[in-house]
Antibody, heavy 119, light 110 residues
Framework: QITLKESGPTLVKPTQTLTLTCTFS??????????VGWIRQPPGKALEWLAF???????RYSPSLKTRLTIIKDTSKNQVVLTMTNMDPVDTATYYC???????????WGQGTMVTVSS | QSVLTQPPSASGTPGQRVTISCSGS????????VNWYQQLPGTAPKLLIH???QRPSGVPDRFSGSKSGTSASLAISGLQSEDEADYYC???????????FGTGTKVTVL
């Protein structure tokens, strides 16, 4: 059974850096074809894809946020970490991590973690 | 900044058929497969349809997907109260080199 869980601060100040951790079980990020992605959803708004990291350490970022995002994996700990710099109130959202694999879809999602950006 | 356009809302009475459209372009829907996600109120999204028209195990067969050119559709036949949710289409975009979601459609069961 595949599960994912996001963790991190619930409140960050403007200009600070957000660090979110996705801890997963039921699969290995060293398995060919497997990836983990991050998606966010501002309150009452649509889903927005942020980043992927694949089993071979290939990384993809949303073009609009690329300069602010970094994604890394720790295969031994079954964790994926996303950092987002220079946080702004418009970044207030629920942040989800999700398991990405055949058939090129987010098959399993974490429960999400709400992050508020406010001074 | 969604590049896939969906109607904001759709509704129907129990038992009716509801269809949701998703309009994209040649760089996303036109050249890649479409997935659909269902988000029940207060919960995380769930994969509903993959590869344009395939249902993951456990998804009722009243949900069906289709794709034609740069557009896709999700149909819910025999609408039930538990289908009240937000629905998002999604696809890889070759120009953006990233994954894109639709604007989302809220389905209401009257």
């Amino acid at each position: 059974q595949i599960t994912l869980k996001e963790s991190g601060p619930t409140l960050v100040k403007p200009t600070q850096t957000l660090t979110l951790t996705c801890t997963f079980s039921g699969f290995s990020l060293s398995t060919s074809g497997v990836g983990v992605g991050w998606i966010r959803q501002p309150p009452g708004k649509a889903l927005e894809w942020l980043a992927f990291i694949y089993w071979d350490d290939d990384k993809r970022y949303s073009p609009s946020l690329k300069t602010r995002l970094t994604i890394i994996k720790d295969t031994s700990k079954n964790q994926v970490v996303l950092t987002m710099t220079n946080m702004d109130p418009v970044d207030t959202a629920t942040y989800y991590c999700a398991y990405y694999s055949y058939p090129n879809a987010f098959n399993i999602w974490g429960q999400g973690t709400m992050v508020t950006v406010s001074s | 900044q969604s590049v896939l356009t969906q109607p904001p809302s759709a509704s129907g009475t129990p038992g009716q058929r509801v269809t949701i459209s998703c309009s994209g372009s040649s760089s996303n829907i036109g050249s890649n497969t479409v997935n659909w996600y269902q988000q029940l109120p207060g919960t995380a999204p769930k994969l509903l349809i993959h590869s344009n028209n395939q249902r993951p195990s456990g998804v009722p067969d009243r949900f069906s997907g289709s794709k034609s050119g740069t557009s896709a559709s999700l149909a819910i036949s025999g609408l039930q109260s538990e289908d009240e949710a937000d629905y998002y289409c999604a696809a890889w975009d070759d120009s953006l080199n990233g994954y894109v979601f639709g604007t989302g459609t809220k389905v209401t069961v009257l």
